[in-house]
Structures are given as structure tokens and as C-alpha cells.
């Protein structure tokens, strides 16, 4: 199953993020399971970087998305 990180992350989100970039830096977008969360974000910080942003998706978006991408299947 492919869940489109579309359907999870939109244009506003995306304005968030572009507004908040110095010219010449980049990001990346992570959708990610909460239990492994700070794995991620201390990988991250170790290797010389932030967690700028950190947003719970909720719930019903979630069960939205996978619904969509098991009806695609």
C-alpha cells in the first residue's frame, strides 16, 4: 500500500515551510509514525541540523489517507 504524502501534507503546510527558508537551505518533509519520532529527531539533531517543525496529524486525516491508498490497491 502507497500512501500519497499529498493527501497528509498540504499546500498550506507548504507555504509554512517555504516561508520559513533562508535562500540557499532546503528541507525535508517527514511523515513519520509518532513511536519512532525521536529517534528521528535526535539523528537529526546529531547530525548538525533541527526539527524546525512538528506537527500531529490527526487522527482522521490519517484514517482518510489509508483509506484511499487501500481503495487504490
Excluded: F
Amino acid at each position: 500500500m502507497e500512501i500519497k504524502a499529498q493527501t497528509l501534507v498540504n499546500e498550506d503546510d507548504m507555504e509554512v515551510i517555504r516561508d520559513s527558508l533562508e535562500p540557499g537551505t532546503s528541507a525535508a518533509i517527514i511523515v513519520y509514525e509518532e513511536s519512532w519520532a525521536c529517534g528521528v529527531a535526535s539523528a537529526v539533531r546529531k547530525a548538525g541540523a533541527e526539527v524546525a517543525l512538528h506537527v500531529q496529524v490527526p487522527r482522521d486525516a490519517v484514517d482518510a489517507a489509508v483509506a484511499v491508498a487501500a481503495s487504490a490497491d
